[in-house]
């Protein structure tokens, strides 16, 4: 398991045989359904229960639009290159968010901050 050290590893090992309720066969079948319930969703990858993702299924959004989210070091450039011939317009998040760090960490005003004031590449 990712993040699972040979030292946890071991001492979650120990608990599963040591266990004397039925625990460790609940976290299985909540991982057992949680594997069988959530997909990619069939138009952007996002995790969902159903075809499409809420977001996809928002009828509010613009569907011209796309919003690329991943690490500073993977992204920019390589989007740039791939897409320089393509009808599309490319820009870059102005201020607000550190480099490197988390969305889920950043409050909704940086957030609009940075997406407001986006730059073009
Ligand atoms: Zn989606």
């Not at 569907?63 to 897409?83: K, M």
């Not at 998040?93 to 409050?107: F, K, N």
Request: charged share 25%; net charge negative; hydrophobic share 35%.
């Amino acid at each position: 398991m990712p993040g699972v050290g040979p030292r946890s590893a071991e001492r979650i090992a120990l608990w599963i045989v040591r266990a004397r309720n039925d625990q460790p066969e609940q976290i299985a079948r909540a991982i057992t359904d949680t594997r069988q319930a959530i997909h990619p969703c069939a138009l952007c990858g996002f995790f969902t229960t159903e075809e499409i993702c809420e977001i996809c299924a928002d009828s509010s959004r613009s569907t011209e639009l796309l919003c690329v989210v991943e690490q500073p070091t993977d992204t920019t450039n390589y989007l740039v290159d791939l897409l320089k011939n393509k009808p599309v317009l490319l820009t870059r998040i102005a201020r607000g968010l550190p480099a490197g760090g988390g969305l889920e960490s950043a409050d909704e005003l940086t957030l609009y901050q940075a997406l407001s004031g986006r730059t073009k590449l």
